[in-house]
Nanobody, 124 residues
Framework: QLQAFGRGLVQAGESLRLSCAAS????????VGWFRQAPGKEREWVSG????????DYADSVKGRFTISSDNAKSTVHLFMNRLKPEYTSVYYC???????????????????WGKGTLVTVSS
């Protein structure tokens, strides 16, 4: 199981950390991604980390603002979001796949496991 959590309401320009915790397993070797879905919009991929080689990747819209990382135990993945904008208001989901692949494939096909989303509201 995956569980995503983080503070829900922030002001524009502030920072926020979201966390995705694995229950009953570790992320060793897994790909873990963050996705978001804004009201009335399709779900979009935000960022991902591959625990096989610790590589990370980001959507162009968040490059330079968001940082993804994993704790040493590889049981929690964090998404640090800086200089938040109101348009970042979305439900954020974490997802995992037991094998790393191109993020393009995960964007097209989804991932094996999904956590319940956590709502992030950025007020102006």
């Amino acid at each position: 199981q995956l569980q995503a959590f983080g503070r829900g309401l922030v002001q524009a320009g502030e920072s926020l950390r979201l966390s995705c915790a694995a229950s009953g397993f570790t992320f060793d070797g897994y790909a873990v991604g963050w996705f978001r879905q804004a009201p009335g919009k399709e779900r979009e991929w935000v960022s991902g980390i591959c625990h096989s080689d610790n590589s990370t990747d980001y959507a162009d819209s968040v490059k330079g603002r968001f940082t993804i990382s994993s704790d040493n135990a590889k049981s929690t993945v964090h998404l640090f979001m800086n200089r938040l904008k109101p348009e970042y208001t979305s439900v954020y989901y974490c997802a995992a796949q037991s094998l790393c692949r191109s993020w393009r494939i995960f964007i097209l096909n989804g991932m094996e496991s999904w956590g319940k989303g956590t709502l992030v509201t950025v007020s102006s």
